[in-house]
């Protein structure tokens, strides 16, 4: 079954300091990956994609990376700000029809 | 600056009443998706078109919601009759030709609705 497992559920670290969200997933065969950022009562915002080819890819204080051999993704948040506060959704896009599979998020909570 | 627009933006009913949220997709996008988020299951698919056809409604309990894109510039859900468990926030997304590829989606703001 395709499904994409996120952790944590969710965080809280504190203004400044670094973090590290996980996603894993099991779609295949695998096409993209992309993640989103949703501030809260707002609709998710596309960060980064990551194709199969690619391990690292940064966008400011972001950094995604991609292991696609142990189907795994991260993204790695540094000197993090109140603005970060959010929620992280992975997505995956593939399997047999190229659908577009969510995980359900982690929910950052950055403090000052 | 090009976005998609949803309305209602909150919406409070009582059990058993017609809901209809509308969508504007991007001029130009020729997928449109709906999803429902709760904090439990987080974003679900409920209805998927391109250009204008449905193409997956799997995810919709067919007894009481309907999907439909009446032209290029309008999406709508329908719920009838409402139940208090269709409480959630309902997402439009549109995105370009190339979405089913690289998975790029434009989402609304969302309709935030309270079924009493």
């Known amino acids: 079954k395709n499904q994409v497992e996120q952790s944590p559920q969710s965080l809280i670290i504190l203004e400044g300091k670094n973090c590290t969200l996980q996603?894993?997933?099991?779609?295949?065969?695998?096409?993209?990956l992309r993640w989103y950022k949703q501030d809260t009562g707002r609709g998710p915002v596309s960060l980064t994609i990551?194709?199969?080819?690619?391990n690292t890819k940064s966008n400011g204080r972001y950094t995604a990376t991609l292991d696609a051999d142990t189907k795994q993704s991260s993204l790695h948040i540094t000197a993090s700000q109140l603005s970060d506060s959010a929620s992280y959704i992975c997505?995956?896009?593939?399997?047999?029809?190229?659908?577009?599979?969510f995980g359900k998020g982690t929910k950052l909570s950055v403090k000052p | 600056d090009a976005r998609v627009t949803q309305t209602p933006r909150h919406k409070v009913t009582e059990m058993g009443q017609e809901v209809t949220m509308r969508c504007q997709p991007i001029?130009?996008?020729?997928?449109v998706f709906w999803y429902r988020q709760t904090m439990m299951q987080g974003l679900e698919l409920l209805a998927y078109?391109?250009?204008?056809?449905?193409?997956?409604d799997s995810g919709m309990p067919k007894d009481r919601f309907s999907a439909e894109m009446p032209d290029a510039t309008l999406a709508t859900l329908k719920i009838q009759p409402s139940e208090p468990r269709d409480s959630a926030v309902y997402f439009c997304?549109?995105?370009?030709?190339?979405?089913?590829?690289?998975?790029?989606?434009?989402f609304g703001e969302g309709s935030r609705l309270t079924v009493l």
């Open positions: 997304a549109s995105g370009p030709v190339w979405t089913g590829t690289t998975g790029e989606l434009f």
């Open positions: 996603c894993n997933y099991t779609v295949s065969p695998f096409s993209n």
């Open positions: 990551m194709t199969f080819s690619e």
């Open positions: 997505v995956v896009i593939g399997g047999s029809q190229g659908n577009l599979i």
């Open positions: 001029l130009g996008h020729n997928t």
């Open positions: 078109f391109r250009n204008r056809a449905p193409l997956d």
